[in-house]
């Protein structure tokens, strides 16, 4: 068993990246997310993971991320690493982006952090799957409104909505885990949640050629 940060996002993968990392006996000591000064998440609300932490009861940190950087993450990751003594990070990342490395295995290497990426190069099938075997209960939180509607934002990641999702991959050749950036996803519910969250306050927000969720007194919401 190792002490571990989990870098979180409050996404679906980041949650069973979480799930799978205890099963396997880790020692999650903290949530971790990093971001740049005066973060506006659009896909990531803030008060939404702040909340996922306190139904979790584990202490959660945004961390400031200022260029360059590389040097950024890794001072941040050695600041992390003497404050929790932690001897890995667990990320939800599935595969590359673009083609390219992986940033947080690259930062971590000279640290002699280990990086456990439980969900790394599984299938797509095999891991919307085991949001449901384990019961995770996710919405999404937005959406590229180039690959799907902005009606999407907010809906449940239950089997119905799975399957039409792959379909819809299947069809239109997109990453049926949202992994390209199609969408991103905030649980709600799942393993160690003290209670189920609620969306309440909440509606769909438009920028570009997103669609999300927004705070319900924001000025450029979507009635």
Do not use: Y
């Given at each position: 068993m190792s002490r571990?940060?989990?870098?979180?996002s409050g996404g679906k993968d980041a949650m069973l990246a979480l799930c799978l990392a205890r099963e396997l006996g880790h020692e999650v000591v903290a949530l971790i997310?990093?971001?740049?000064p005066n973060p506006d998440f659009l896909a990531h609300p803030l008060p939404l993971v702040r909340r996922q932490a306190e139904?979790?009861?584990l202490p959660h940190r945004v961390v400031t991320i200022t260029a360059p950087f590389e040097q950024g993450y890794e001072e941040a990751l050695a600041d992390l690493q003497r404050e929790w003594d932690i001897e890995g990070v667990v990320t939800g990342d599935i595969d590359r982006v673009d083609g390219s490395d992986n940033w947080?295995?690259?930062r971590c290497r000279p640290l002699g952090l280990f990086v456990h990426q439980p969900l790394w190069q599984q299938t797509r099938q095999s891991l919307l799957e085991q949001l449901?075997?384990?019961g995770i209960v996710a919405h999404l939180s937005?959406?590229?409104?180039?690959?799907?509607?902005?009606?999407?934002?907010?809906?449940t990641l239950d089997a119905a909505t799975l399957a039409?999702?792959?379909?819809?991959?299947?069809a239109k050749g997109f990453d049926a885990s949202g992994e390209q950036g199609e969408y991103h996803s905030m649980v709600m519910d799942g393993p160690g949640f003290a209670?189920?969250?609620?969306?309440n306050g909440w509606r769909v927000g438009r920028q570009e050629y997103l669609a999300y969720l927004a705070e319900e007194d924001a000025s450029h919401l979507v009635s």
């Open positions: 571990v940060i989990a870098l979180w997310t990093f971001a740049p139904a979790l009861g947080i295995c690259a449901q075997a384990r937005c959406v590229d409104t180039r690959t799907l509607a902005p009606n999407w934002v907010g809906r039409e999702l792959q379909q819809l991959a299947a209670a189920p969250l609620s969306l």
